[in-house]
């Protein structure tokens, strides 16, 4: 018996899953994958500020937008920290990478502990932001996810040609008259997006491969940038919707790990149809 | 008009300088930038063109490079890219006419048949919709020619366009830079074949971390001016 409830959150996690396969086609062409990885884990610090914020003014914790907030403005933050160190010349991008993803998690991790222990703060359900628990989502999270994901999608679309030239020649397409730190920046942003869209229901842990799997198996199917957009954008909205539904069936299941299980399995199927 | 005039040019790596105070005029024509390895050819290119930081001052027709932003072509290196970018030929020429047809929405079919026209003018017309993983190197180095064909500029700025080409390509590639010069055109080129500098160019630029010697090469590629900028050694 699937309720009302249980339909809108498949829909905000297909939403999501088609966002990420949008996003995720310019994020793997431009090499951002691993940025993506510390902004994701860079976000629950943010998450759990935010939530005993809400709890010391007396909001309700529960509340999606506030604590997503919380968690663009830290994903934010590491991604500055990264640019930060690698800006001195003496720390490759790899080891800030490492670096300010571990920190922050770490960070996030013990405020999370703190936060446990603060009843009105715990409400909030914060360890499910780790790995993703799309049944603890209520239809007006749902909305909100699926909104922030179909703005990625529009914005994604509405940039394609600048995207595409950044990815392929950014000093050509520099020369060609395009604002590259300014596109480079949107990029980062819409990367950033998907992943805070994607915190409640798949996690911090596993929104990259959200990013990373339906572009790569889109990729070994194609040699064109429209069609891989659009194989992406289809993949990750198969992974995202049989996911949630999975997760659904078996209650016990992280949303999270189900959907980027199903994600595995495109990929494998590509892997195998392309040798075939 | 003088396509390129460069005033104190500087470009510095870190704390170690890779151009120091270059002043040059280019000419109308074809001109070879030549000089040794780390003699700073490309960086000069990137410089004037503002795609490295400098210091001094590059005019290109009298202009800023933003007001002339439209007049210029660029072809980079071949290896500045990554050809396994999922594009066909087509596609990649295509990006030059962005500048005109502005960044939203699909190309109009208009600017397409220009790009595929560059791709003819290049001898690649039948590999237009071939992904460009695909292609071999000469004909990777053509696309890229195709693309600056495609910004229909009236000075070209080309980062070695001979290199590691096969003999086809070379041809072609020749041919190409003795068509624009007939049709008025001026090109700027970093060479590395020194023999054939006076076959194919006009003009010379030897470089190295500055100026050894500027002009028509008649007058500037001599023995005593190649010895100057590579060292003993090469010049017999």
């Known amino acids: 018996m699937i309720g009302h409830n249980t339909i809108v959150v498949v829909l905000g996690c297909a939403a999501l899953g088609i966002a990420a396969g949008a996003v995720g086609c310019f994020a793997l062409l431009r090499g951002r994958a691993l940025l993506a990885d510390a902004m994701g884990h860079a976000a629950l610090p943010g998450v759990v500020l935010a939530a005993m914020l809400g709890a010391a003014l007396g909001w309700d914790t529960r509340s999606l937008p506030p604590l997503l907030l919380?968690?663009?403005?830290?994903?934010?933050?590491?991604l500055w920290c990264v640019q930060r160190l690698t800006a001195t010349g003496r720390i490759r991008q790899d080891a800030a990478i490492a670096l300010v993803l571990a920190s922050f998690y770490a960070a996030g991790v013990v405020g999370l502990s703190i936060a446990q222990a603060w009843p009105a703060a715990s409400q909030a359900g914060l360890s499910r932001f780790i790995l993703g628990q799309a049944a603890a989502m209520r239809a007006e999270d749902a909305w909100a996810a699926?909104?922030?994901?179909?703005l990625c999608l529009v914005t994604t679309l509405a940039l394609f040609p600048r995207l595409a030239a950044l990815c392929f020649d950014p000093e050509f397409a520099q020369l060609s008259g395009l604002n590259i730190r300014a596109t480079d920046h949107a990029l980062l942003g819409l990367v950033l997006m998907v992943c805070v869209a994607g915190l409640p229901?798949?996690?911090?842990v596993l929104v990259v491969a959200l990013l990373v799997l339906p572009a790569a198996t889109?990729?070994?199917?194609?040699?064109?940038?429209?069609?891989?957009?659009a194989l992406s954008c289809v993949a990750g909205g198969a992974a995202g919707t049989l996911g949630a539904l999975i997760s659904a069936g078996h209650a016990g299941w992280p949303t999270g790990a189900a959907v980027v299980l199903t994600g595995t399995c495109l990929f494998t199927a590509a892997m195998l149809a392309r040798r075939g | 008009m003088?396509?390129?005039?460069?005033?104190?040019?500087?470009?510095?790596?870190r704390d170690r300088p890779a151009l120091l105070d270059i002043n040059w005029s280019a000419q109308p024509g074809l001109t070879a930038i030549i000089g040794p390895n780390g003699a700073g050819k490309s960086t000069l290119l990137k410089a004037m063109l503002g795609l490295v930081p400098s210091e001094g001052e590059t005019r290109f027709f009298g202009s800023t490079l933003e007001a002339a932003r439209d007049r210029l072509g660029y072809l980079p290196q071949r290896q500045s890219v990554d050809w396994d970018f999922p594009a066909t030929a087509l596609d990649v020429v295509a990006m030059a006419r962005r500048a005109r047809s502005g960044w939203w929405g699909r190309l109009p079919r208009a600017e397409r048949e220009a790009a595929r026209h560059a791709l003819s003018e290049v001898g690649l017309a039948e590999?237009?919709?071939?992904?460009?993983?695909?292609l071999s190197g000469g004909q990777q180095q053509r696309v890229f020619l195709a693309r600056a064909l495609a910004q229909n500029a009236e000075l070209l700025l080309m980062d070695e366009p001979l290199a590691a080409v096969d003999a086809a390509t070379e041809r072609t590639i020749i041919d190409v830079l003795k068509r624009l010069a007939k049709a008025g055109r001026s090109v700027v080129a970093v060479h590395h074949d020194l023999a054939s500098v006076p076959q194919i160019f006009e003009h010379a630029l030897l470089l190295n971390g500055r100026v050894i010697a500027a002009g028509p090469v008649a007058q500037v590629f001599t023995p005593a001016t190649i010895a100057d900028t590579y060292g003993p050694g090469l010049a017999a």
């Open chain 1, 70 to 78: 919380g968690g663009a403005l830290a994903g934010l933050a590491g």
């Open chain 1, 146 to 150: 699926g909104a922030l994901a179909a």
């Open chain 1, 201 to 204: 229901a798949v996690g911090l």
């Open chain 1, 218 to 229: 889109a990729r070994l199917l194609t040699a064109r940038l429209p069609s891989m957009f």
């Open chain 2, 2 to 13: 003088t396509p390129i005039s460069v005033t104190g040019l500087s470009v510095h790596y």
């Open chain 2, 127 to 134: 590999l237009a919709d071939r992904p460009i993983g695909e």
